[in-house]
């Protein structure tokens, strides 16, 4: 009987291994458009510009990546995606995406509208970073050189990854962003990505940081001020603090990094006075 039972197992494990070695979801890459990151402006006349950066993969032994810029419009943020069939000639393929940029205007409306078509989508993934754009179009944050790879919006991803080791915006994913939505009385930060010439390039940069209120656009914040925002919500893991010392001759500044933060934010009220006390517990 044991081993007429250890001989059944044994089909079992058989027929599951023959049946179930298939990926049910397995699409073609060569039908679809992997798209690394989305940019999102507004036209003049009310139309939704959506600007994409599609990676292209090179066929051979010595196969490498690009990328490539798509731009189109649309009524709305769905009806511009699949507006894109039309240049690119295949569907558009999100789940690689890292990065979605929005302009100040859009910003200014309202963010929740600009993002919902994309957390809808059932190939979409909710850790895509969302970026603000400080200067006239989310658009040329593509249009510029990256310094390190061709696909910028693989660079933006590594750029906020690392921005613990500075401390000059902040991070924010749409999954994040859903979730603080639904806190009352929370502020939203959003990273801040600008242009910048360096040499005859034209370079991103991460710096600073987008204030959301009420689900639109209220302010900005520079390097510094985001470094001062962010001990305050105790989300400091590095960065440096310089500080300015008396010397024999002149005035010298000392570069300090931190290496642990924690800060304890307090607050009393006393009648119609708010008093906030701060601990900041800083190892340098």
């Known amino acids: 009987m044991k081993k007429i039972r250890v001989i059944l197992l044994i089909l079992i494990i058989l027929i599951n291994s023959i049946f179930t070695t298939a990926c049910w979801s397995y699409k073609e890459v060569d039908k679809f458009s992997i798209v690394a990151g989305v940019a999102i402006d507004k036209e003049v006349n009310n139309q ?8 292209q993969i090179s066929a051979g032994r010595d196969a490498n990546t690009k990328s490539e810029i798509i731009t189109v419009e649309g009524k709305t943020m769905f ?86 080791n500075l401390s000059k915006a902040p991070t924010m994913d749409v999954l994040q962003f859903h979730i603080e939505s639904e806190t009352k009385g929370t502020s939203i930060v959003i990273p801040v990505v600008n ?7 034209t370079v991103p940069q991460i710096i600073g940081t987008a204030i959301i209120k009420n ?23 590095g960065g440096l603090l310089i500080e300015e010392m ?12 931190i290496f642990k933060n924690k800060t304890k934010v307090t607050p009393a009220v006393d009648g119609e006075d708010i008093e906030i006390d701060l601990n900041i517990d800083t190892t340098v």
């Open 246 to 257: 008396q010397g024999e001759a002149e005035v010298i500044k000392v570069s300090l990094e």
């Open 195 to 201: 242009v910048i010439q360096m040499g005859r390039k």
């Open 48 to 55: 939704i510009k959506m600007t994409v950066e599609v990676i």
């Open 79 to 164: 009806d511009a995606a699949r507006n894109l069939i039309s240049l690119s000639g295949k569907k558009l393929y999100w789940s690689h995406s890292k990065v979605i940029i929005l302009s100040k205007e859009i910003a200014s409306e309202g963010i929740m509208k600009a993002i919902e078509w994309y957390s809808r989508d059932s190939e979409t993934r909710e850790d895509i970073n969302i970026l603000i754009s400080g200067g006239a179009s989310a658009k040329e944050i593509f249009e510029g050189q990256g310094i390190t790879e061709d696909i910028k919006s693989f660079t933006l991803s590594e750029m906020l990854k690392n921005q613990e």
């Open 215 to 237: 689900d639109k656009l209220v302010g900005l914040l520079n390097g510094e001020e985001t470094k001062d925002l962010l001990f305050i919500r105790n989300k400091i893991k």
